[in-house]
């Protein structure tokens, strides 16, 4: 069986339907994107429709119908036309063609073989806002064109390697949906006493809650603190699940020494550098570990009050963020940076009868904490929630002891760095099988063509 080369444009042929939009008539319209290829947009009233000058899809006497963007075919956004959109109206940007004497498969695999892209690539793209590719450099493409039983074998082992590597990448994604659970999971046993063994000779959790009670008052009495507003009793209802014996349920204000917010600083919308003091945008506490880089400039000397300066060691919350992170929070680790808190994270100071870490974990991690904050949360809108310093201080915390608390932290860390591990390996392994269906792709588009 011979190969040979063949330019587009002896398999494409263009067609150009034109239509003036009328104002009072409802048009049917196309998109084309690289995850989807060509799909059905949806009605508009012509007078809504901007350029009146379109062209009209027409499976009917063109029932094989290639279709791209000028401005996005380098990104993908080339497809075959569905029966849905029969009809439809799109831009000149959009240009149609008519598929003829090539097996149809074949073609949509060349579309997204890695030999078609390096081909786009090397054409020169005009425009300066938005990178275009004129359908008439695109028709210069040549292709390899095997005779059309050889085209059909290609297909055939091509969708069998394709639909096996599809079965791999799906059993990739349960793995990982296996991880997610698991990272779940050994949470929730962690602040359920169910992640270490229990130690009857630790200090049980109501003799810390006695200490912190008293280092409270101490402070208060030395004027070091300021009295707070007291918290109200924890009710049965309230109790989400049960916790071991020398456990306690407490709240988050019960824990803390005092809380503090930053202030609205009047900043530029970039971040520090050179000694510049900043800002810390929510963007900062909201992903589990503190982000310096997310700031933005307040001053190129040090201010005249820095009592919001971020130091290590640092517990923070955001009270304003959607409805899934308002409330999540931060521990200090590295800070290299002269960073303020803004007006939308709190700081709260613990004292040592407890980990940090702990309630740090409890806050991030735990479904009623969770729950607990998205329920609270204030606001019209999904996109931005807020709640209150009361909101945090009232958050329900299962409190283990000391000696137990700093346990939990250090399995959770080896556990989760574990599932870090197996998550690598398995993107690792997603990476790889591309790799290979990019490969199987090439190989088959790899043999020497013969002239025509």
């Known amino acids: 069986m011979s190969w040979k080369k063949v330019k587009l444009k002896q398999i494409l042929k263009q067609y150009r339907i034109e239509h003036l939009v009328q104002d009072n008539v409802d048009y049917k319209q ?99 806002a938005q990178k275009s590719i004129h359908e008439r450099e695109i028709l210069e493409i040549e292709i390899p064109f095997p005779d059309i039983e050889e085209q059909e074998d290609i297909v055939h082992q091509l969708s069998r390697g394709k639909n096996n590597l599809l079965e791999i990448s799906i059993e990739l994604n349960h793995q990982l949906t296996l991880i997610k659970k698991l990272r779940q999971q050994l949470l929730q046993d962690a602040v359920q006493g169910k992640l270490v063994d229990q130690n009857l000779n630790d200090e049980p959790a ?49 824990l803390s020494l005092f809380s503090a917010a930053g202030s609205s600083f009047k900043c530029e919308e970039v971040p520090v550098s050179n000694g510049e003091w900043g800002v810390i945008k929510v963007s900062a506490v909201s992903w589990d570990v503190f982000l310096e880089e997310k700031n933005k400039v307040y001053s190129k000397t040090q201010p005249d009050d820095i009592s919001a300066k971020i130091n290590i060691g640092d517990f923070l919350i955001s009270r304003a963020n959607t409805s899934e992170l308002v409330g999540k929070s931060v521990v200090v680790k590295n800070i290299s940076k002269n960073l303020l808190l803004s007006d939308k994270t709190i700081r709260f100071r ?33 996109s931005m929630k807020n709640i209150t310093r009361e909101h945090m201080r009232n958050l329900l915390i299962p409190l283990p002891p000391l000696a137990e608390q700093n346990r939990i932290v250090q399995k959770l860390d080896e556990l989760m760095q574990y599932c870090n591990d197996l998550e690598t390996s398995i993107k690792q392994s997603e990476t790889q099988n591309e790799k290979l269906l990019q490969q199987v792709l090439r190989e088959a588009l790899r043999k020497e063509p013969v002239e025509a």
Not at 98 to 103: L, T, Y
Not at 220 to 247: D, F, G, R, T
Request: hydrophobic letters at 35%; a positive charge.
């Open 30 to 128: 196309v998109t084309i994107s690289k995850y989807d290829g060509v799909t059905f947009r949806g009605t508009k009233m012509g007078r809504e429709i901007g350029r009146k000058r379109q062209f009209q899809i027409d499976l009917k006497k063109f029932p094989n119908t290639l279709m791209f963007v000028r401005q996005g075919v380098q990104d993908g956004s080339i497809g075959i036309a569905p029966i849905e959109v029969d009809g439809c109206i799109a831009t000149e940007n959009m240009p149609m063609f008519s598929i003829e004497g090539i097996n149809l498969e074949y073609l949509k695999f060349i579309l997204k073989s890695p030999y078609f892209y390096d081909e786009l690539n090397k054409i020169q793209t005009t425009g300066s």
């Open 206 to 254: 109501s003799e810390l809650l006695k200490k912190i009670k008293a280092e409270k008052q101490k402070l208060i009495a030395e004027k070091k603190l300021k009295k707070e507003k007291v918290l109200a009793s924890i009710k049965p209802k309230e109790i989400p699940y049960e916790i071991p014996e020398n456990w306690m349920w407490c709240r988050l204000g019960d």
């Open 350 to 382: 613990f004292s040592d009868f407890v980990s940090t870490d702990y309630i740090n974990l409890c806050n991030n991690f735990t479904k009623h904490a969770r729950g607990y904050y998205a329920l609270m949360g204030t606001g019209s809108s999904p």
